[in-house]
Every structure is written in structure tokens, then in C-alpha cells.
């Protein structure tokens, strides 16, 4: 499970895009979302751009763990059809160090 980090932001967006798509080839198609507690627009961005890639690879990406914040900006920007974000409460497993992505600027 790719497990992110406390923020993704505009700031960091870019280095945890990339390293998110790193993990995607690696076949990862589960995404943590509940140790996040800043995010911004640009978080709503990484995850699309996520979903692209793994529907190119015949992938459908899991996002769980999504807080308030960032499910009410997927709704809000009226992508919730393309990125299915389970609540925090849904998030199960561990977060290890090596899953986890972390970029704080």
C-alpha cells in the first residue's frame, strides 16, 4: 500500500507525484490517504493523474483513508466519479516506513 505522508500539497505535489508513480509501476494500486492532513488542490491533481496511470496499466486504484477535507474538494471540483475516495474510518493495514511518502517543504 502506498500510505501518504501529512501533506500534499502544492509545495510537495510534484516529488510525490512522481514517487507515487514509481510505486504504480511497481504494481501498487492502493492508496492511504489518512495520514494526510493538509492538502490542496494540488492533492486532488496527484490522484487523478494516479488514476490515469493505472487505468493505462488495466489497474483501478483503491484510495482510502481520504479525510474530510480532501473527499469534499474531489466532490467539489466534481471529479468523485473518477476518483472513488473511501473515508478515513475505511482505511485498514499498517503504515510502514518503506510504503510511506514523505516530501515536506
Given at each position: 500500500?502506498?500510505?501518504?505522508?501529512?501533506?500534499?500539497?502544492?509545495?510537495?505535489?510534484?516529488?510525490?507525484l512522481?514517487?507515487?508513480l514509481?510505486?504504480?509501476?511497481?504494481?501498487?494500486?492502493?492508496?492511504?490517504?489518512?495520514g494526510?492532513?493538509?492538502?490542496d488542490?494540488?492533492?486532488?491533481a496527484?490522484?487523478?493523474a494516479?488514476?490515469?496511470?493505472?487505468?493505462s496499466?488495466?489497474?483501478?486504484l483503491?484510495?482510502?483513508?481520504?479525510p474530510?477535507?480532501?473527499?469534499?474538494?474531489?466532490k467539489?471540483?466534481g471529479?468523485?466519479s473518477?476518483?472513488?475516495?473511501?473515508?478515513q474510518?475505511?482505511?485498514?493495514?499498517?503504515?510502514?516506513?518503506q510504503?510511506t511518502?514523505?516530501h515536506?517543504?
Open positions: 500500500m502506498l500510505s501518504l505522508d501529512t501533506s500534499l500539497t502544492n509545495r510537495n505535489a510534484a516529488a510525490v512522481r514517487d507515487g514509481a510505486r504504480l509501476a511497481q504494481g501498487e494500486a492502493r492508496v492511504d490517504c489518512s494526510l492532513t493538509q492538502v488542490s494540488a492533492a486532488v496527484v490522484l487523478l494516479w488514476q490515469r496511470d493505472a487505468a496499466r488495466g489497474q483501478s483503491a484510495i482510502v483513508g481520504a474530510a477535507q480532501l473527499a469534499d474538494l474531489v467539489l471540483y471529479v468523485d473518477l476518483l472513488q475516495v473511501a473515508p474510518a475505511v482505511a485498514t493495514g499498517t503504515q510502514g516506513a510504503g511518502i514523505s515536506r517543504h
